[in-house]
């Protein structure tokens, strides 16, 4: 295990439904991050926390809200999804300070959306 | 901003011979570059990277990876694969000056035994 866990590992969502996505590093890094991850296109960054404070955010939509209320747990919620949102979604932390700092990751989160 | 390609979908060799996973990146600034490795159900485990100094990075599992500059190439290399390295080999690039982190779209490696 890499020391980055993410629950649920998998959800199935209506298009009407909220939902929250979790994460938690183990590992005392400061910086986190969300990843989209579909199949045979590049791994999309959405979200960049360093220090607890969002400094990334390329273009997501709005019904992506990340949230991280301490340097250890970063949650994304969902809210009125459209199917082309299905995707893998990754967590990931880093010592942050350093851009040569390697990124940590977690299983991921199989989201569906009907 | 910075972008990486792979140009190869899928690589397949058999175990035992050498292989060679392609990269190409392109950054405004300086590179730093990395390898990760994803395998089924898993997230992506780091492989290696490379920051400045010796072209010839070596990382886990007897991978290695040459940083040419001219060529604006980063590719993975192993002198003689393994069933277990079957998996999907990502390429990252990132600009010495932002967050930002580019993969590429990643090359399935397939070993035959």
């Known amino acids: 295990e890499t020391g980055v866990t993410q629950t649920p590992r998998h959800l199935v969502m209506g298009m009407t439904n909220k939902k929250s996505l979790k994460c938690e590093q183990h590992l005392g890094h400061n910086a986190m991050y969300w990843y989209k991850q579909s199949a045979k296109k590049p791994l999309e960054l959405m979200f960049v926390?360093?220090?607890?404070?969002?400094?990334e955010n390329n273009s997501v939509p709005s019904r992506f809200s990340p949230e991280c209320p301490n340097s250890s747990h970063l949650f994304l919620h969902l809210h009125t999804l459209q199917p082309e949102d299905s995707a893998l979604y990754l967590c990931a932390s880093s010592q942050g300070g350093a851009t040569y700092n390697e990124q940590f990751f977690g299983p991921g989160t199989r989201l569906t959306v009907l | 901003a910075q972008s990486v390609a792979q140009p190869e979908d899928q690589v397949n060799v058999a175990e035992g011979n050498p292989l060679t996973v392609k990269c190409t990146y392109s950054?405004?600034?300086?590179?730093?570059l990395f390898w990760y490795v994803q395998y089924p159900n898993r997230g992506l485990q780091f492989l290696l990277k490379?920051?400045?100094?010796?072209?010839l990075v070596k990382g886990s599992y007897g991978f290695e990876a040459e940083f040419n500059k001219s060529q604006t190439s980063f590719h993975l290399k192993k002198p003689s694969a393994l069933v277990s390295d079957s998996a999907l080999y990502f390429c990252?690039?990132?600009?010495?000056?932002?967050?930002?982190?580019?993969f590429g779209a990643g090359t399935r490696l397939t070993v035959k035994p």
């Open positions: 990252a690039v990132r600009d010495g000056r932002n967050n930002d982190m580019r």
């Open positions: 950054v405004s600034g300086n590179p730093y």
């Open positions: 926390y360093s220090l607890e404070e969002r400094v």
């Open positions: 490379y920051i400045t100094g010796d072209n």
